[in-house]
């Protein structure tokens, strides 16, 4: 059973960091590609960041030069360094997870993505 735990939301104010972390069990990490996708309130689930087996990372436009995604493979986790926060990022942050068979582009659309975490609150005060 796959389970994808995200930890490291809050509230913060703008111009403020935060890192959040999602723990990856029931598969085999270091064969998936990983991903980042936020909700606003009223708004779709959009991209965030994606990294690929490789390590290679695409961003999203709104979000590129301030967030950094990461991956530890020995310890089944992904990151999303968060810098200069901006009350526009406020939205439930979800990581998401894809078995791939060999090293492929970062995987940026959240249909491509079968698994999915539960999601964290970030909040970003003006």
């Known amino acids: 059973q796959v389970q994808l735990v995200e930890s490291g939301g809050g509230w913060v104010q703008t111009g403020g960091s935060l890192r959040l972390s999602c723990a990856a069990s029931?598969?085999?990490?270091?064969?998936?590609?990983m991903g980042w996708f936020r909700q606003a309130p009223g708004k779709e689930r959009e991209f965030v960041a994606a990294i690929n087996r490789s390590g290679s990372t695409y961003y999203a436009d709104s979000v590129k030069g301030r967030f950094t995604i990461s991956r530890d493979n020995a310890k089944n986790t992904v990151y999303l360094q968060m810098n200069s926060l901006k009350p526009e990022d406020t939205a439930v942050y979800f990581c998401a997870a894809k078995n791939v068979i060999q090293s492929i582009p970062p995987v940026t659309t959240r249909e491509e993505y079968p698994y999915w975490g539960q999601g964290i609150q970030v909040t970003v005060s003006s």
């Open positions: 029931g598969l085999t990490f270091r064969r998936v590609a």
